[in-house]
Protein backbone atom coordinates (compact mmCIF):
# COMPACT_ATOMS: atom_id res chain seq x y z
CA UNK A 1 0.00 0.00 0.00
CA UNK A 2 2.88 2.27 0.87
CA UNK A 3 3.93 2.20 -2.54
CA UNK A 4 0.92 2.93 -4.49
CA UNK A 5 1.33 6.58 -3.72
CA UNK A 6 4.47 7.57 -5.81
CA UNK A 7 2.42 6.96 -9.23
CA UNK A 8 -0.26 9.25 -7.87
CA UNK A 9 2.09 11.60 -7.25
CA UNK A 10 3.92 11.09 -10.55
CA UNK A 11 0.89 11.05 -12.24
CA UNK A 12 -0.58 14.71 -10.47
CA UNK A 13 3.12 16.70 -11.38
CA UNK A 14 2.77 15.32 -14.96
CA UNK A 15 -0.87 16.75 -15.46
CA UNK A 16 0.54 19.78 -13.91
CA UNK A 17 3.20 20.05 -15.77
CA UNK A 18 0.67 19.23 -19.45
CA UNK A 19 -1.68 21.79 -18.00
CA UNK A 20 0.60 24.74 -17.41
CA UNK A 21 2.24 23.89 -20.80
CA UNK A 22 -1.33 23.94 -22.36
CA UNK A 23 -1.89 27.14 -20.85
CA UNK A 24 1.72 28.61 -21.77
CA UNK A 25 0.47 27.85 -25.58
CA UNK A 26 -2.32 29.51 -25.03
CA UNK A 27 -1.18 32.59 -24.05
CA UNK A 28 1.47 32.30 -26.42
CA UNK A 29 -0.94 31.71 -29.40
CA UNK A 30 -3.46 34.65 -27.88
CA UNK A 31 -0.78 37.29 -27.43
CA UNK A 32 0.39 36.21 -31.37
CA UNK A 33 -3.15 37.00 -32.64
CA UNK A 34 -3.26 40.40 -30.71
CA UNK A 35 -0.30 41.40 -32.51
CA UNK A 36 -1.20 40.57 -35.83
CA UNK A 37 -4.57 41.97 -35.08
CA UNK A 38 -3.03 45.25 -33.90
CA UNK A 39 -0.52 44.88 -37.18
CA UNK A 40 -3.94 45.16 -39.41
CA UNK A 41 -5.31 47.76 -37.38
CA UNK A 42 -2.14 49.63 -37.47
CA UNK A 43 -1.52 49.06 -41.64
CA UNK A 44 -5.05 50.26 -41.88
CA UNK A 45 -4.65 53.29 -40.09
CA UNK A 46 -1.31 53.69 -42.34
CA UNK A 47 -2.81 53.59 -45.53
CA UNK A 48 -6.14 56.04 -44.76
CA UNK A 49 -3.76 58.50 -44.02
CA UNK A 50 -1.93 58.14 -47.01
CA UNK A 51 -5.47 58.12 -48.56
CA UNK A 52 -6.46 61.63 -46.92
CA UNK A 53 -2.64 63.29 -47.68
CA UNK A 54 -3.18 62.45 -51.34
CA UNK A 55 -6.99 63.60 -51.01
CA UNK A 56 -5.76 66.91 -49.51
CA UNK A 57 -3.03 67.75 -52.31
CA UNK A 58 -5.67 66.95 -55.31
CA UNK A 59 -8.21 69.29 -53.41
CA UNK A 60 -5.54 72.04 -53.30
CA UNK A 61 -5.00 71.29 -56.76
CA UNK A 62 -8.29 71.85 -57.42
CA UNK A 63 -7.98 75.47 -55.44
CA UNK A 64 -5.42 76.48 -57.25
CA UNK A 65 -6.64 75.37 -60.79
CA UNK A 66 -10.17 77.34 -59.95
CA UNK A 67 -7.98 80.23 -58.53
CA UNK A 68 -6.75 80.19 -62.41
CA UNK A 69 -10.02 79.95 -64.09
CA UNK A 70 -11.99 82.74 -61.91
CA UNK A 71 -8.96 85.28 -62.58
CA UNK A 72 -8.99 84.42 -66.87
CA UNK A 73 -13.20 84.55 -66.20
CA UNK A 74 -13.30 88.34 -63.82
CA UNK A 75 -10.14 89.94 -66.83
CA UNK A 76 -12.33 88.27 -69.91
CA UNK A 77 -15.37 90.17 -67.65
CA UNK A 78 -13.81 93.13 -67.21
CA UNK A 79 -12.46 93.87 -70.78
CA UNK A 80 -16.39 92.79 -72.39
CA UNK A 81 -17.68 95.45 -69.56
CA UNK A 82 -15.64 97.86 -71.42
CA UNK A 83 -16.13 96.75 -75.23
CA UNK A 84 -19.75 97.46 -74.40
CA UNK A 85 -18.72 101.26 -72.94
CA UNK A 86 -22.41 103.41 -72.52
CA UNK A 87 -24.22 100.83 -74.23
CA UNK A 88 -24.78 99.17 -71.43
CA UNK A 89 -28.07 98.94 -69.94
CA UNK A 90 -28.95 99.17 -65.86
CA UNK A 91 -29.90 95.72 -65.73
CA UNK A 92 -26.76 94.11 -67.79
CA UNK A 93 -24.47 96.38 -65.33
CA UNK A 94 -26.35 95.23 -62.60
CA UNK A 95 -25.66 91.26 -63.83
CA UNK A 96 -21.32 92.44 -64.56
CA UNK A 97 -21.22 93.48 -61.47
CA UNK A 98 -22.72 90.07 -60.48
CA UNK A 99 -19.69 88.37 -62.22
CA UNK A 100 -16.97 90.70 -60.57
CA UNK A 101 -18.13 89.56 -57.49
CA UNK A 102 -19.44 86.40 -57.57
CA UNK A 103 -15.54 85.41 -59.57
CA UNK A 104 -13.56 87.47 -56.58
CA UNK A 105 -15.69 84.87 -53.93
CA UNK A 106 -14.58 82.25 -55.70
CA UNK A 107 -11.16 83.22 -55.64
CA UNK A 108 -11.63 84.22 -51.96
CA UNK A 109 -12.83 80.77 -51.21
CA UNK A 110 -10.00 78.92 -52.60
CA UNK A 111 -7.48 81.15 -51.25
CA UNK A 112 -9.13 80.02 -47.59
CA UNK A 113 -8.95 76.09 -48.89
CA UNK A 114 -4.98 76.75 -49.75
CA UNK A 115 -4.23 78.85 -46.86
CA UNK A 116 -2.10 76.60 -44.36
CA UNK A 117 -3.21 74.71 -41.73
CA UNK A 118 -1.52 73.27 -38.99
CA UNK A 119 -1.68 69.69 -38.20
CA UNK A 120 -0.09 66.92 -36.23
CA UNK A 121 2.03 63.95 -37.94
CA UNK A 122 2.14 60.81 -37.18
CA UNK A 123 5.16 59.44 -35.22
CA UNK A 124 7.60 58.41 -37.17
CA UNK A 125 10.39 55.87 -36.74
CA UNK A 126 12.38 57.14 -34.13
CA UNK A 127 9.34 58.17 -32.06
CA UNK A 128 8.30 54.74 -31.97
CA UNK A 129 11.81 53.53 -31.45
CA UNK A 130 12.03 56.15 -28.14
CA UNK A 131 8.95 54.87 -27.01
CA UNK A 132 10.03 51.56 -27.43
CA UNK A 133 13.18 51.93 -25.64
CA UNK A 134 11.53 54.17 -22.75
CA UNK A 135 9.37 51.44 -21.90
CA UNK A 136 11.53 48.59 -22.19
CA UNK A 137 14.00 50.14 -19.66
CA UNK A 138 13.39 48.98 -16.81
CA UNK A 139 10.23 46.57 -16.66
CA UNK A 140 10.10 43.27 -15.37
CA UNK A 141 10.15 40.14 -17.71
CA UNK A 142 6.66 39.18 -17.01
CA UNK A 143 5.54 43.10 -17.31
CA UNK A 144 6.49 42.84 -20.29
CA UNK A 145 3.71 41.60 -22.80
CA UNK A 146 1.77 44.42 -21.05
CA UNK A 147 3.79 46.83 -21.91
CA UNK A 148 4.41 46.06 -25.53
CA UNK A 149 0.56 45.86 -25.55
CA UNK A 150 0.17 49.13 -24.23
CA UNK A 151 2.93 50.97 -26.47
CA UNK A 152 1.24 49.61 -29.74
CA UNK A 153 -2.66 50.26 -28.93
CA UNK A 154 -0.92 53.78 -27.51
CA UNK A 155 0.46 54.03 -31.03
CA UNK A 156 -3.21 52.87 -32.59
CA UNK A 157 -5.22 55.81 -30.20
CA UNK A 158 -2.72 58.49 -31.92
CA UNK A 159 -2.95 57.35 -35.37
CA UNK A 160 -6.75 57.66 -35.07
CA UNK A 161 -6.66 60.59 -33.72
CA UNK A 162 -4.44 61.98 -36.56
CA UNK A 163 -6.40 60.36 -39.46
CA UNK A 164 -9.77 62.45 -37.77
CA UNK A 165 -8.06 65.57 -37.85
CA UNK A 166 -6.90 64.91 -41.11
CA UNK A 167 -10.25 64.00 -42.17
CA UNK A 168 -11.97 67.03 -41.26
CA UNK A 169 -9.50 69.19 -42.43
CA UNK A 170 -9.77 67.38 -46.27
CA UNK A 171 -13.68 68.01 -45.95
CA UNK A 172 -13.40 71.76 -44.52
CA UNK A 173 -10.68 72.27 -47.87
CA UNK A 174 -13.73 70.24 -50.26
CA UNK A 175 -16.61 72.43 -48.69
CA UNK A 176 -14.50 75.86 -50.08
CA UNK A 177 -13.76 74.75 -53.33
CA UNK A 178 -17.25 73.10 -53.77
CA UNK A 179 -18.51 77.00 -53.15
CA UNK A 180 -16.11 78.03 -55.31
CA UNK A 181 -17.03 75.88 -58.11
CA UNK A 182 -20.36 77.35 -57.46
CA UNK A 183 -19.62 81.00 -57.88
CA UNK A 184 -18.02 80.13 -60.71
CA UNK A 185 -20.89 78.47 -62.68
CA UNK A 186 -22.89 81.16 -61.16
CA UNK A 187 -20.81 83.82 -63.08
CA UNK A 188 -20.42 81.89 -66.27
CA UNK A 189 -24.16 82.04 -66.40
CA UNK A 190 -24.17 85.97 -65.48
CA UNK A 191 -21.69 86.01 -68.29
CA UNK A 192 -24.21 84.20 -70.95
CA UNK A 193 -27.12 86.11 -69.86
CA UNK A 194 -25.31 89.21 -70.24
CA UNK A 195 -23.93 88.12 -73.93
CA UNK A 196 -27.24 86.99 -75.20
CA UNK A 197 -29.21 89.97 -74.48
CA UNK A 198 -26.32 91.96 -76.06
CA UNK A 199 -26.79 89.67 -79.12
CA UNK A 200 -30.68 90.14 -78.80
CA UNK A 201 -30.15 94.16 -78.84
CA UNK A 202 -27.64 94.14 -81.95
CA UNK A 203 -30.27 91.67 -83.48
CA UNK A 204 -33.10 93.61 -83.18
CA UNK A 205 -30.61 96.62 -84.36
CA UNK A 206 -30.28 95.26 -87.43
CA UNK A 207 -34.09 94.18 -88.11
CA UNK A 208 -34.67 98.25 -87.69
Not at 57 to 74: F, N
Request: proline share 2%.
Amino acid sequence: MAHSSKPKVKAKAKSKAKKNKTQVAAYTAEALARRDLSKMVLQAYENEYTDKTSLWEQIERKAQGSIAIAGIMLAGGLAFASQLGASVGSLQTFLLVGVVVTLLFSIWQCVKALKVKTIEVPPTADDVRQLADDALRFPEKSELPDLVNDLRYGLLDLWSAYNQVLAEKCEEKAVLVGRSHSAILISALLIATVTGMHVWEFLSLIHI
